[in-house]
Nanobody, 125 residues
Framework: QVQLVESGGGSVQAGGSLRLSCAAS????????MAWFRQASGKNREGVAV???????TYADSVKGRFTISRDVAKNTLYLQMNSLQPDDTGTYYC???????????????????WGQGTQVTVSS
């Protein structure tokens, strides 16, 4: 199994930055896609960014140009650098992972089977 633990959340003012980390443990030999999701109060969970084993990545339109996903394979850690934060970025951020699949939308939460407990991000104006 794969265990995921997020860290790095906090409270910042609009325009500020945060860097989230996701530490992975357990067997991940076939877990080649890792992603960040977020969920605001009263809203559905939405995909933020995803990266695969070869370095391919994609982002939600709302965060393009502001967020950057990266992966340190040696440390088994996934990162999300968040710049120019806005109040709409507020929510609980979750790290997730998936085995290889075909014909799926990688920003859809149903694709992923491994999830962390989440870390809270609050952006004030």
């Amino acid at each position: 199994q794969v265990q995921l633990v997020e860290s790095g959340g906090g409270s910042v003012q609009a325009g500020g930055s945060l860097r989230l980390s996701c530490a992975a443990s357990g067997s991940s030999s076939s877990t080649v896609y890792m992603a960040w999701f977020r969920q605001a109060s009263g809203k559905n969970r939405e995909g933020v960014a995803v990266m695969n084993h070869s370095g391919w990545s994609t982002y939600a339109d709302s965060v393009k140009g502001r967020f950057t996903i990266s992966r340190d394979v040696a440390k088994n850690t996934l990162y999300l650098q968040m710049n120019s934060l806005q109040p709409d970025d507020t929510g609980t951020y979750y790290c997730s992972a998936s085995h290889e699949k075909y014909g799926v939308s990688w920003l859809s939460p149903g694709v992923y089977i491994y999830w962390g407990q989440g870390t809270q991000v609050t952006v004030s104006s």
